[in-house]
Structures are given as C-alpha cells and as structure tokens.
C-alpha cells in the first residue's frame, strides 16, 4: 500500500488500447475515430484516456465543453477536437485560440466564429450539428444556410455535419423511409447532403452520424468517421443484441481502496444509519471510507424514480432487515466477494467478510460504482488488471 493513495479509480490503459483496436479493427474503410472522452473520460481521467486513444489510432477526440477541449490542449494533445455543445460568446476566443473544433447551430454562431478568428488571425473551425430526431440539440438555421454564410469568409472553415441517434425508442425522422431496409434512411440523407453541399463549398465535408450503437448495428452507416465512447471503456451500450457484441472488450476501470477497521459484532447487530441491515450471524464487520461523496451507491435521477428501481430497494430493505446478503450490492477482496451491508454514508461504507480471512486492515478492496459518477477528485492511476 505504501505510495499509494487509500482510495483511488484504476485505469488499465492496455485495455483501453486494445478495445480502441478492437473499435479500427471492425470500422468500414475510409471512415476514421473519433474517441469520445466527454465526462472525464466516462470517469477514467480524460487526460490519460485521450492520450492512449490517441495513440492507439484515434484520429480526432469528443468532448462536452469547451473548457474540456482546452484542457487536453494544454496537456500536448494536438489531433483535432470536437465541442458538442454549442459555444456561448464567452467561449469563441478559447475555441479559436485553442484550434478547437466548435458545434455550430445558427447563422450568428458562425459570425461570432468569423469575428473572433479574424481578430486573432487565425482559422476558425466548426461543425455544423442537425436533430435527426433526438430532440436536444436543434439548429435554428438550415445547414445549407449555415453553410453559405460562412463559405465567403476565409477565417471560417466549415469541416463536418453530423447527429446523434439515442437508444431504441428516441425517435428518429430517417424512419419513413426505413423500409427500404435497415440504414437506407440514412444513406439517402447523407447523399443527398454531400450533394447540396458541393452546389454551395469545394469543401468536402465529414459526415458522421454513428456513436457505439449504431457503429454495431450498421456498418454501411460508418460514413467518414465514427463517435466512439462506451465501447472503448470496455462495456456495450444498453439493449446490445447479443448478436452484436462482437468485439473482444477488456475491462479499463476499477474503483478501489482499502480497509481502514474490522470487527465482529453479534448477531442481531444493526448496522448502519436506520439500522436498515440486521446481521443474522455473528459478523465481522469491515469498513471501506468509500461512500456517497466517491460516487458509490448514486444512481442517476431518472433511474432512481423508476418503478422497477422502487421495487428493487423495497425488496433490498426487506431482505437486509432479516440479514440476508445474497441480493446486496457487492465489493470484492481478492477472487472474493464481500456483501455491502447497510446504508452507504457520505464517505464510508461497510463490508461483511466474516467469510472472507483476508479481510485485514490494509486489505484492497474494488467496489461497485457507476464510472461517470465517480468524484473527479480521486486519482487516476494507470494499473494493469
């Protein structure tokens, strides 16, 4: 343990390069990466992550925000870099300082574009986004309107178009014409795109409309490039066919810390705020200072006020007042698992390993925890595992 921090998120980085290998190996010809790394790298450290996507063959690099753009610029990273949300007017100046590539909506966005770059004398990048469907992000322009406006204006390159598509059921406005079969929606709008986009640039454009789910469903739909997040950190998206994991993914993140005291309490022990676990056993009883400040046991919003969600914590507090564990959320010592007993708390959490005798003080243990959610704060450290 000595030199290393009591709590810390492991990054297999050989594994992060081997599932961007498995991402080039599957990718049509002629179409080309881009590593999503928005969320600090879906919780692993968008620095280290972008740097090993990089060198594992990605092409360009996906972010949230601006200011996570910059970040991997001061870090020496120099592949082009996408900004999925559209600038506010405070953030042309670093897009164009930075040689940032800016998702452009609206006529004026390319003007503010314009204004700053001749300003700095330099080239302003951007990237017009259209909905296809999802509903989030819209344009207020057409893109060919966009795309006139800006064509004058040499500070000013426009270098792409592209969507995003959401899980089944999100909506999708290519449908109508899916029955010419599957991706023949989208084949028809990308051409006729790249057509009425050559009557206004000599530019061509990237085009790219598939992240991690469509990137498996259609291969014909690769286009110029793909926006990978999900699949490079070792898991496939919700509602995957099991037809379609194909790839050979290796798992890059394990949140893990050590324990810090045990003891063994008698049976009919609470344990925890509310008491809500009851130990049946006599148990020993580890504690891990990991809890709902780390990130463990937080679950977002939407799937916290579902009703199977409900039902899973009324049938969780009913098995953990007669000491049952075998349902309980689970940490592993080891090759061992070890049941989470209790409430979490802000920043500890307790372990019962009465049937695990390697359970010590000083013990490393990997916990359970949903990547994107886990506290920025905590380092990243590159481990093989």
């Given amino acids: 343990m000595s030199g290393t921090p009591t709590t810390y998120v492991a990054v297999n980085l050989d594994a992060l390069r081997h599932n961007v290998a498995q991402v080039l190996a599957h990718l049509a010809e002629g179409s080309r990466l881009c590593a999503v790394v928005k969320a600090n790298a879906y919780g692993h450290g968008a620095i280290l992550a972008a740097q090993a996507c990089v060198e594992a063959g990605a092409e360009w690099l996906g972010v949230s925000e601006v200011g996570q753009g910059v970040a991997l610029r001061e870090a020496g990273i120099d592949v082009p870099i996408l900004a999925f949300m559209p600038p506010l ?61 800006a064509e004058p204006w040499p500070q000013v390159q426009i270098t792409g178009v592209y969507s995003h598509f959401g899980p089944p059921g999100s909506g999708m406005e290519l449908d109508v014409v899916e029955w010419l079969g599957d991706g023949a929606g989208l084949k028809l709008y990308s051409n006729g795109l790249r057509e009425a986009a050559a009557r206004v640039t000599d530019r061509r454009l990237l085009l790219h409309f598939a992240a991690s789910m469509l990137f498996l469903e259609r291969p014909d739909n690769h286009l110029d490039m793909v926006r990978i997040g999900t699949l490079l950190y070792g898991q496939y998206p919700d509602h995957t066919p099991e037809a379609q994991r194909t790839l050979d993914l290796q798992s890059t993140f394990e949140l893990r810390s050590h324990i810090v005291a045990a003891h063994t309490v008698p049976r009919g022990k609470k344990i925890g705020y509310g008491g809500e676990f ?80 390697e359970a010590q003080r000083g013990a490393e243990v990997v916990l359970p925890v949903r990547r994107v959610t886990t506290n920025p704060t905590i380092p990243r450290i590159p481990r093989d595992f």
């Fill in 89 to 149: 007017e405070d953030e042309f100046e670093a897009l164009v300082t930075h040689d940032l590539t800016a998702t452009l909506t609206s006529e004026e966005q390319v003007m503010q574009l314009q204004r700053e770059a001749e300003r700095q004398g330099k080239v302003g990048l951007g990237q017009i986004y259209e909905d296809l469907g999802l509903g989030r992000i819209g344009p207020s322009d057409g893109i060919m309107d966009i795309l006139q406006v």
């Fill in 278 to 357: 009851v130990c049946a056993r006599e148990t020993r009883v580890a504690t891990v200072p990991v809890g709902l400040a780390h990130g463990l046991g937080v679950v977002p919003e939407s799937t916290a006020r579902s009703p199977r969600s409900f039902v899973k914590g009324l049938v969780r507090a009913r098995i953990s007042r007669k000491g049952k564990t075998d349902r309980l959320p689970y940490a592993r010592i080891g090759d061992q698992r070890a049941p989470i007993i209790g409430r979490i708390s802000m920043d500890q959490c307790s372990l019962d390993v009465t049937d695990v005798p």
